[in-house]
């Protein structure tokens, strides 16, 4: 018999950990029958697509972190046409992403529009931030030092000082990220959506049943 990959089995793994976790809030996880962009939906209304990471290491952490690359993959099409790898739009075929910290049995609930076109994320590790003088890294480094003679002046990694240099810190490409890491456990995210779905779908129900009572009523008269 053909041993399936391993990442896809980490893959289905994560769906199904994901499915037992929303029955065990009390909320009923369903399995389309064809893959649409999204691999879970709640009663129907709520979709959810699910990534399942392991700990790797990274240079820029003093520690192991789940990092995941969101991109399509570059595939072949007829006629030796090679079509390249993209950015996804996540928010077109669910609401939500859930990330499962296999390691560490984590979970973030992400809401779909905030990982639009983003290529990569990586969450895990408590996040540091530096109260550093930037002029001063900026002089010491024309004065000719090294990023990681610098790093060790200050006592941080020498990540940070590249990014210091480059004037990332504050910059706008972290964002995202900073969104993914308020959203672990935030299951109660789907909770909402559900909650507030459902009560759109009561009131259309109750319309359509007004309605169809008034068009019974119109054509009693008629007969």
Known sequence: MRQAPPTLLLGQAGVWRVAAMLALKGLNPQFPGIDNGCDLTVEGLVRLQVKATRLRPHPSYDQPIYM?????????RGNNTLVKSSTRCFSDDCDFVVLWGVD?????????????????????????KYDLD???????????????????????????????????IAGKRFTYSECVRRSEDKWDRIESLLSNRLQI???????????????????????
């Open 104 to 128: 560490e049995d984590r979970f973030w609930i992400i809401p779909a529009k905030e990982l639009d076109h983003v290529s990569f994320i990586c969450v895990g590790p408590e996040v540091k």
């Open 134 to 168: 930037t002029n001063m890294i900026t002089q010491l480094y024309k004065e000719g030092n090294t990023q990681e003679q610098i790093a060790a002046f200050f006592g941080v990694p020498r990540v940070t000082i590249t990014r210091r240099l480059n004037g990332q």
């Open 68 to 76: 995941l690359h969101l991109r399509r993959p570059a595939f072949a």
């Open 201 to 223: 779908l009561q009131t259309s129900n109750a319309i359509s049943d007004i309605e169809s009572l008034d068009v019974a009523k119109e054509t009693k008269e008629l007969i």
